[in-house]
């Protein structure tokens, strides 16, 4: 890997993960509330996991992999925004076992064990997202 590409993917990196504790910020506050409030801490992961998933998609695409909406065609768009749900679904299923694991089985505090799987599904989502989701894409040449 050249010495640009590496810095390239370290700035990347901090990028995503400057954004990773906005959506957490915004994750976490939801989630905290919602069980204070007595929501089931399941369906509290849910919601909160959500809303800091819209913001996610959001300011990774504008900022951590720089994808450039009014260059990329419809069908580029659907595509990425379909690969970004399932690859967070993914997460949050994975997220939800971890949730049931960490608090049903090994009893832990809702709140502590959704800093571990916060920190668990980080390192996931990373990866996901930058092989997977946020690939650069050939553009279409269409065919007269």
Do not use: C
């Amino acid at each position: 890997m050249s010495r640009f590409a590496s810095k390239k993917l370290i700035i990347q990196f901090l990028t995503f993960n400057a954004v990773g504790l906005i959506n957490t910020a915004i994750d976490f506050l939801i989630f905290t509330l919602l069980v204070w409030f007595g929501v089931f801490y399941l369906i509290a992961q849910i919601i909160g996991y959500g809303a800091g998933m819209i913001n996610s998609y959001v300011l990774n695409s504008r900022y951590t992999f720089q994808k450039d909406h009014t260059l990329a065609s419809n069908k580029q768009k659907m595509s990425r925004g379909i690969k970004f749900t399932v690859w967070n679904v993914t997460l949050l299923g994975i997220s939800l076992l971890l949730l049931t694991i960490l608090t049903g089985w090994w009893g832990l505090n809702e709140v502590v064990a959704k800093a571990i799987v916060t920190v668990i599904t980080l390192g996931l989502n990373f990866y996901g997202s930058k092989k997977w989701v946020f690939t650069a894409s050939k553009p279409q040449i269409e065919s007269s």
